[in-house]
């Protein structure tokens, strides 16, 4: 790993940047600074490995607008977090994926609700076994299963979207 990153050519650039813009006007005579990027040598490289997964951060982006992270609000990181778990669930060899989750509508608007009703609806859904499917599904076969979806929810709005075979109303 610290042979990616000595070589990779942006690490390579800022360094030269430090040192060329930066160090060499602020070094003295006969004491010249130099930078150097790379990883800490104190440690062993399972505690390095472990400070690298720790700073890493999956966030939102929205292209088109330019939106950075933190200008999501609670809702649609919710959405990525489901994204996330689905991912896992897909990644699981044997049995059937179980998605459980509670009050899905909590803080996403009303048609960002809608999208996500519809699309757990066709993820629980078997897939035809198209030829094409076929062959999707000989390269990656856990992807292809449909997940098991059970939700709870007090919105009318996102019940409106289950066929009614697949509700179940508890009431006291």
Same mark, same amino acid.
Do not use: W
């Given at each position: ?22 160090? =060499? ?28 997964? *720790?700073?890493? *951060? ?46 899905? *509508? ?31 599904? =000989?390269? =990656? ?30 009431? =006291?």
């Amino acid at each position: 790993m610290r042979e990616l990153v000595r070589g990779h050519e942006t690490i390579k650039v800022a360094q030269a940047t430090i040192n060329d813009r930066y160090l =060499e006007p602020l070094s003295l005579a006969g004491q010249p600074l130099h930078s150097h990027l790379g990883f800490g040598d104190s440690g062993s490289d399972t505690t390095k490995l472990k400070l690298i997964l *720790e700073r890493l *951060e999956l966030g939102l982006l929205d292209k088109s607008a330019g939106l950075a992270k933190g200008s999501y609000g609670l809702g649609s990181n919710n959405l990525l977090f489901m994204a996330c778990e689905l991912l896992l669930l897909g990644k699981q060899p044997d049995g059937l994926p179980l998605l459980l989750i509670e009050e899905p *509508e909590a803080h996403l608007h009303p048609q960002r609700q809608l999208r996500l009703m519809e699309f757990l609806v066709s993820a629980s859904q078997p897939v035809a076994q198209t030829q094409a499917h076929k062959q999707e599904q =000989e390269q =990656e076969p856990a992807q292809t299963r449909p997940e098991q979806v059970i939700l709870t929810t007090h919105s009318p709005n996102l019940s409106s979207k289950i066929a009614l075979e697949n509700l179940v109303l508890i009431c =006291e």
